[in-house]
């Protein structure tokens, strides 16, 4: 007898039945593998700053490293970091139920955080409203809980913003909960106040979970972006998901965190038990630093944002000399939501895959398709690039628009 190999076919589980690649990942995985065939691809795709990490937050991790912070931390992180998050956190919550370090889960960056959220929160036979356009990971993580993510479509004359109405709308017995991101990515659409009051009182007379992913609230053109604790008056139902990457330009140190009601708290800090342990404790470190001393951070970030506005600045007056290119003017994060579907292209994934494609491929300029988050006719467009590099970009996008309007 002879023995034979039997080679069989990689069947995918059903918990991943659904999955795709994150296309902002995606994009940026193949504008560095262009860059390495020796192509001078400009990356408009990224979502981070491309700013260095502060040196005094540098100098705090290195002090770490030498001072032992080499072994595990607890699960949910070292203490002085949930002290200084809590801290933060109290300054602009008004409710009884304080936050306290116990209601606090420090994970590795701030998509853990809100992975595990959907994984505790929801299951089979769930609905979940997703604001959309919305971050291309939510409607992937919603799923990958097996629940079902129902994307709500913004209102085009309010920067693509939903409203309580439209929630309410979508909503159906099944519903369980809604993912908030204020300021947007990809639109860099900022809710204000009233805003999130409405939306939070629907989901309060409804009794949904709030998650509230508010990675970008710092990088805001008008001042700090509320936050779902300046208006809430109970933390019951809320979910606060934050982190150093985008404020503190520390996309690499991997360190998030979610404030939630202390029984999800647990059950969060209990799946991340079994998963990853506790975020990286260097960088646990280098954040203790980032959220405790104010006199460094606060300069540093109002000289990034300053940065971001006059790259927003120079390419919303590129755009605006092109009227057949639908822009939103974004109030906060780093990014530019388009409206291409006036050009001729078309694709599987709609206009702005098409648009995409040809500009990456004619012009060297990478971007996101708007499918990745569920408005394929758009595309976006990161600012957080060189001023010289983003001018460029833009420049080479109308031409782009030009060769395909239809
Ligand atoms: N949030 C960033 C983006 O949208 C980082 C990439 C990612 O994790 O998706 O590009």
Same mark, same amino acid.
């Not at 939306?199 to 053109?221: H, K």
């Not at 972006?225 to 150093?244: K, N, P, Y």
């Given at each position: 007898?002879?023995?034979?190999?039997?080679?069989?076919?990689?069947?995918?589980?059903?918990?991943?039945?659904?999955?795709?690649?994150?296309?902002?990942?995606?994009?940026?995985?193949?504008?560095?593998?262009?860059?390495?065939?020796?192509?001078?691809?400009?990356?408009?795709?990224?979502?981070?700053?491309?700013?260095?990490?502060?040196?005094?937050?540098?100098?705090?991790?290195?002090?770490?490293?030498?001072?032992?912070?080499?072994?595990?931390?607890?699960?949910?992180?070292?203490?002085?970091?949930?002290?200084?998050?809590?801290?933060?956190?109290?300054?602009?919550?008004?409710?009884?139920?304080?936050?306290?370090?116990?209601?606090?889960?420090?994970?590795?960056?701030?998509?853990?955080?809100?992975?595990?959220?959907?994984?505790?929160?929801?299951?089979?036979?769930?609905?979940?409203?997703?604001?959309?356009?919305?971050?291309?990971?939510?409607?992937?993580?919603?799923?990958?809980?097996?629940?079902?993510?129902?994307?709500?479509?913004?209102?085009?004359?309010?920067?693509?913003?939903?409203?309580?109405?439209?929630?309410?709308?979508?909503?159906?017995?099944?519903?369980?909960?809604?993912?908030?991101?204020?300021?947007?990515?990809?639109?860099?659409?900022?809710?204000?106040?009233?805003?999130?009051?409405?939306?939070?009182?629907?989901?309060?007379?409804?009794?949904?979970?709030?998650?509230?992913?508010?990675?970008?609230?710092?990088?805001?053109?008008?001042?700090?972006?509320?936050?779902?604790?300046?208006?809430?008056?109970?933390?019951?139902?809320?979910?606060?998901?934050?982190?150093?990457?985008?404020?503190?330009?520390?996309?690499?140190?991997?360190?998030?965190?979610?404030? #939630?009601?202390?029984?999800?708290?647990?059950?969060?800090?209990?799946?991340?038990?079994?998963?990853?342990?506790?975020?990286?404790?260097?960088?646990?470190?280098?954040?203790?630093?980032?959220?405790?001393?104010?006199?460094?951070?606060?300069?540093?970030?109002?000289?990034?944002?300053?940065?971001?506005?006059?790259?927003?600045?120079?390419?919303?007056?590129?755009?605006?000399?092109?009227?057949?290119?639908?822009?939103?003017?974004?109030?906060?994060?780093?990014?530019?939501?388009?409206?291409?579907?006036?050009?001729?292209?078309?694709?599987?994934?709609?206009?702005?895959?098409?648009? #995409?494609?040809?500009?990456?491929?004619?012009?060297?300029?990478?971007?996101?398709?708007?499918?990745?988050?569920?408005?394929?006719?758009?595309?976006?467009?990161?600012?957080? #690039?060189?001023?010289?590099?983003?001018?460029?970009?833009?420049?080479?996008?109308? #031409?782009?628009?030009?060769?395909?309007?239809?």
């Amino acid at each position: 007898m002879t023995e034979m190999t039997v080679r069989r076919a990689f069947v995918p589980s059903p918990n991943i039945a659904q999955l795709k690649e994150s296309a902002t990942i995606a994009v940026s995985a193949r504008a560095k593998a262009l860059r390495a065939a020796g192509r001078r691809v400009i990356d408009l795709g990224a979502g981070e700053p491309d700013f260095d990490t502060p040196e005094f937050i540098r100098r705090a991790a290195q002090r770490a490293i030498d001072a032992g912070a080499t072994r595990y931390t607890a699960t949910e992180g070292i203490l002085p970091l949930r002290e200084a998050i809590a801290t933060l956190a109290n300054a602009d919550y008004r409710g009884d139920d304080r936050v306290t370090p116990g209601d606090i889960v420090v994970s590795t960056g701030s998509k853990q955080s809100l992975f595990n959220a959907c994984f505790v929160l929801f299951g089979p036979g769930d609905e979940v409203l997703i604001p959309t356009p919305s971050w291309t990971s939510y409607y992937e993580m919603v799923a990958l809980a097996r629940a079902e993510p129902v994307p709500v479509l913004g209102d085009p004359a309010n920067g693509l913003k939903v409203t309580a109405a439209a929630l309410a709308a979508a909503a159906t017995p099944a519903t369980k909960g809604v993912m908030l991101n204020s300021p947007c990515n990809p639109t860099g659409a900022v809710y204000d106040r009233a805003e999130l009051e409405s939306i939070l009182a629907l989901a309060e007379e409804r009794g949904w979970w709030v998650i509230s992913d508010e990675i970008y609230r710092r990088i805001a053109y008008a001042g700090v972006a509320t936050s779902i604790l300046e208006v809430a008056s109970s933390r019951d139902r809320v979910i606060l998901v934050d982190g150093v990457a985008k404020a503190y330009a520390m996309t690499g140190w991997r360190i998030g965190w979610a404030i #939630a009601p202390r029984a999800v708290a647990q059950a969060m800090g209990a799946l991340q038990s079994h998963s990853t342990s506790n975020a990286a404790a260097v960088s646990q470190h280098a954040a203790v630093a980032a959220l405790t001393d104010r006199g460094a951070a606060e300069p540093s970030i109002a000289h990034m944002v300053g940065e971001f506005e006059r790259r927003r600045d120079a390419a919303l007056a590129m755009l605006a000399g092109e009227p057949g290119i639908g822009v939103i003017p974004p109030d906060g994060a780093f990014y530019l939501f388009l409206d291409v579907s006036g050009t001729r292209g078309n694709s599987r994934n709609g206009a702005g895959a098409a648009f #995409a494609q040809h500009l990456l491929e004619r012009h060297d300029v990478a971007v996101v398709p708007g499918a990745a988050f569920y408005t394929p006719d758009w595309v976006r467009l990161s600012y957080a #690039a060189p001023l010289d590099q983003v001018v460029t970009g833009v420049q080479r996008t109308v #031409a782009a628009f030009r060769e395909m309007k239809s």
